[in-house]
């Protein structure tokens, strides 16, 4: 993971293991070194944890996660045609305009201008969400894994 795309209170997952370095393990990003690390510390444990950004990787955005955040499933019936069978389309309010379809394992972001649903992106990661959730309302999404 680049350091650029992390920001504080982002989900990401850390090595357990000092060796391999496989991420594995969701936390929240509590600070960011000047070294391009992130830091894990949390103020109750004396012991830091800091990891460079490189070992760490994205938490995959699954539909789980979207409840986890408060966001809403809500009813968009002219555009599934475009998508596939309902069954395999859902959408999700995540704030005015902005919508998150979930086709199959699929997560997009679009904007509904009334009558034309526009995408915007696919969304891989929690902290691709928070970061566009931030940039759009200037307030933190809140999630907890």
Known sequence: ???TEGR?????LVPTNTELKIPSYPKKIKGITKFGEFDF???EYPKKFIEPALHCAGVPLIEQVLF??????????SHDADFGSRD?????????EYILLRVYDRIHLLFDADYEMYEIRELEYIHEL???YHD???NELKIEL
């Open 41 to 43: 510390t949390e103020p």
């Open 130 to 132: 928070q970061n566009i």
């Open 1 to 3: 993971m680049k350091i």
């Open 88 to 96: 395999h389309v859902k959408y999700y309010n995540l704030f005015d």
């Open 68 to 77: 986890k955040a408060g966001l809403k499933q809500i009813a968009v019936t």
């Open 8 to 12: 504080i209170g982002n989900w990401v």
């Open 136 to 138: 759009l309302t200037k």
